[in-house]
C-alpha cells in the first residue's frame, strides 16, 4: 500500500514537517493540557533509537506516553 498523508491540522500558525523515513515507531510522547500542545516520536532506525524534534507549542502540563512494542 502507498502511504497516506493528510493535515495540516491546528491553528494558523506553525509550519508542516518531516521526519524522514524509518522502520518503525518506537514510543510517542504526547504533552496536553486542554488538548494536544506537542508530540515527539521515537522511531527506530536499523536497530537504533532516533528521537524527532518536538512538534508543536510550548504549553501542556500532562505527559503520556504510548509505547509500540517491536516484534
Request: net charge negative.
Amino acid at each position: 500500500e502507498k502511504p497516506v498523508s493528510v493535515g495540516p491540522w491546528g491553528g494558523s500558525g506553525g509550519y508542516s514537517w518531516d521526519d524522514g523515513v524509518y522502520s518503525t515507531i518506537r514510543q510517542l510522547v504526547i504533552v496536553h493540557g486542554e488538548g494536544i500542545d506537542s508530540i515527539q516520536i521515537e522511531y527506530d532506525k536499523e536497530g537504533d533509537s532516533v528521537w524527532s524534534l518536538k512538534h508543536g507549542g510550548s504549553g501542556g502540563h500532562k505527559i503520556d506516553k504510548v509505547n509500540f512494542p517491536c516484534s
